[in-house]
């Protein structure tokens, strides 16, 4: 398959899962496996694991459709568009859980800024005030609308947010303070719990982002990151990392087979996968050193 197909067709899985109906746990979005199995095939994308791809197709299409999504924008009059659209106003709408008037003042700002991508990052920083139930979501909608920007799916991905927005009432917004503790092996050896590492690498990315509204992710991210328990004793278990230094050396396919092989597994598979994709991400970013405590979480993985 020609990279070109490969990114063409990611997008459309993209697209599907970023206009689905869905109002379970913001955790296990959609959008969320079908970005990180897109940066795992990323590892092959001139020869791309047709078990993947097929997995996608099939899981992209489990779920049903929104058809509405342009009403309020529909709604919105000429005169209305020319009026002063205040970011306050939609934060204030949001923090109320008024959904008809958040969705008044987005389609708003929306139409005044010609469908300005820039909306998603104000939207992504209001869904963070709860880090524990949305930073999974919000990392992963983020990259996934990165990967193909175009104008027409800004208010897609907008719709896609507020749907986990008002899944559950918002906690009130944290005083921004400095982060105690800046070594992210230490928080890596902290995650005794596997969905504990889809939280930490998720927050890890965003800290370590370009995105213009970071100040208001660090605000929040930080006030996370200090409440966070350290164990006084950590019970580290290891396997042979020599898989994933060859991985490291650009030698193997490593996270596309262990993909392959959850995948034909019979039990939490998009749980397993995307705790995959975050110790992917964990292969390349911590100490080296602990790189034989990566191969037993994958070994738990693939244990189950």
Request: net charge negative; aromatic share 10%; glycine share 2%.
């Amino acid at each position: 398959m020609a990279i070109s197909k490969l990114k063409k067709t990611l997008s459309t899985y993209i697209l599907n899962t970023a206009s689905c109906i869905y109002n379970g746990n913001s955790k296990y979005h959609p959008i969320i496996i079908t970005n990180a199995l897109k940066n795992i095939i990323g590892d092959v994308r001139s020869n791309p694991s047709k078990q993947i791809l097929d997995f996608l197709n099939h899981h992209t299409q489990n779920f049903k459709q929104r058809r509405n999504d342009s009403i309020y924008l529909e709604n919105i009059s000429k005169e209305e568009i020319g009026l002063t659209a205040f970011i306050s106003d939609l934060e204030d709408a949001c923090q109320n859980g008024d959904l008809d008037n958040t969705q008044k003042h987005l389609a708003r700002i929306y139409l005044a800024s010609d469908g300005s991508p820039a909306i998603l990052q104000n939207l992504a920083e209001i869904a963070l005030q709860n880090i524990e139930g949305n930073i999974i979501f919000i990392y992963h909608c983020l990259r996934a609308f990165s990967f193909s920007p175009e104008e027409e799916r800004v208010w897609i991905f907008l719709q896609c947010i507020i749907q986990i927005l008002f899944n559950k009432k918002l906690p009130n917004p944290h005083a921004s303070t400095t982060i105690k503790e800046t070594d992210i092996n230490k928080y890596f050896l902290n995650c005794s719990h596997l969905n504990e590492l889809n939280t930490l690498s998720a927050t890890w990315r965003l800290l370590e982002s370009e995105y213009t509204r970071l100040p208001g992710f660090e605000r929040e991210i930080s006030f996370w990151l200090n409440q966070c328990n350290k164990k006084d004793k950590i019970d580290i278990k290891e396997k042979n990392p020599d898989d994933l230094q060859l991985y490291l050396n650009n030698q193997t396919d490593y996270f596309v087979i262990v993909a392959e092989d959850i995948i034909q597994s019979d039990s939490d598979i998009i749980d397993r996968l995307i705790t995959l994709e975050s110790l992917r991400y964990f292969t390349k970013r911590i100490d080296i050193n602990y790189l034989p405590v990566i191969a037993y979480k994958i070994h738990l993985l693939l244990d189950k």
